[in-house]
């Protein structure tokens, strides 16, 4: 179907060199569609009347960049006020279970960080696990008084097994089973897409599962050329934020964008208005 404008404080936000349509697939309220970012980032840079000057495949790598840094961001001010909270809340994961032999065990593939404290069980008491670094480790070990024990155990994060994931060692080792709370690795947000090839208007993918046809007359993003037959798995990938963070995203695309192109006046400016999004 094609999409109608969106409008921002006002403003239509599409291109006025180009028409775009868009599949859309509703999973879930309070995420970024990576296209409405992508058309947002044009009306930002006054796409209009400079020609299309970040093409899909300039944006799919700048708004990786920019997701990695915001989450790094977030989580360095991890839960510090409620907005933290909020925005982080899609990328936590509660009482996860893992299973130990000898008191290690292997952390979920999509882990990033752990949050908050371990839990074991003791009989029938949930017991808190402190999380250890190596040097405590040892010196806890060579301690009478705080070596472990199912009252008091402890863990530490390290190792890989043989299939290259992260590992958790839990002390008293004769402990079977661990529950964690953790942040998950982000999902790479990515455009796909595909051209008309007479009037080179654009068709973007939504986040789906369902095979996507390319029909004649066009061309899939990696030269694939349509016909009656052809079908895509779309490796679209919104971005697991929601709408309190688009001004923030924004300015830092913006801003990388700025250093590429040479206008100095486009960096100031981003810069100015990145420097105010971090504050709110």
């Known amino acids: 179907m094609t999409l109608l404008p969106l409008r921002r404080e006002g403003l ?10 868009v599949i859309f ?20 840079i006054r796409s209009d009347s ?5 093409e899909p495949s300039e944006f799919n790598r700048l708004i990786r960049l920019v997701n990695q840094e915001i989450y790094d961001q977030r ?10 909270m909020d925005s982080l809340g899609w990328f936590k994961v509660h009482n ?21 404290k371990p839990r074991i069980l003791d009989g029938t008491t949930t017991r808190r696990v402190d999380i250890v670094t190596e040097f405590e480790y040892g010196v806890r070990e060579d301690d009478y008084l705080t070596g472990n024990s199912a009252t008091y155990p ?5 190792g890989i097994n043989g299939s290259g994931q992260l ?30 090839d007479t009037t080179l208007v654009r068709t973007d993918f939504a986040e789906t599962a369902t095979l996507q046809s390319v029909p004649t007359g066009y061309t899939y993003r990696d030269g694939t050329v349509g016909g009656a037959a052809v079908t895509i798995t779309s490796l679209t990938k919104n971005l697991k934020w929601d709408d309190g963070d ?35």
């Open 75 to 84: 989580i360095g001010d991890f839960e510090t006020d409620l907005e933290n």
């Open 154 to 158: 402890y863990c530490r994060i390290g």
């Open 96 to 116: 996860y279970g893992i299973d130990l032999t000898a008191g290690i065990g292997t952390l979920p593939t999509n882990y990033y960080q752990v949050i908050g």
């Open 12 to 21: 239509f936000c599409f291109s006025t060199i180009s028409v775009i349509s």
């Open 167 to 196: 590992q958790i060692r839990v002390s008293p080792t004769t402990t079977t089973k661990i529950w964690i709370d953790y942040l998950k690795t982000l999902t790479v947000p990515f455009l796909d897409y595909m051209i008309n």
């Open 50 to 54: 400079r020609g299309l000057s970040v």
């Open 246 to 280: 688009l001004s923030l995203i924004l300015t830092k695309l913006v801003n990388r964008v700025a250093k590429e192109l040479p206008d100095e006046l486009l960096l100031q400016t981003s810069a100015i208005e990145q420097a105010k999004s971090e504050e709110e």
């Open 25 to 44: 697939v509703l999973n879930f309220k309070d995420m970024l569609y990576t296209a409405d970012v992508y058309q947002y980032l044009l009306d930002e």
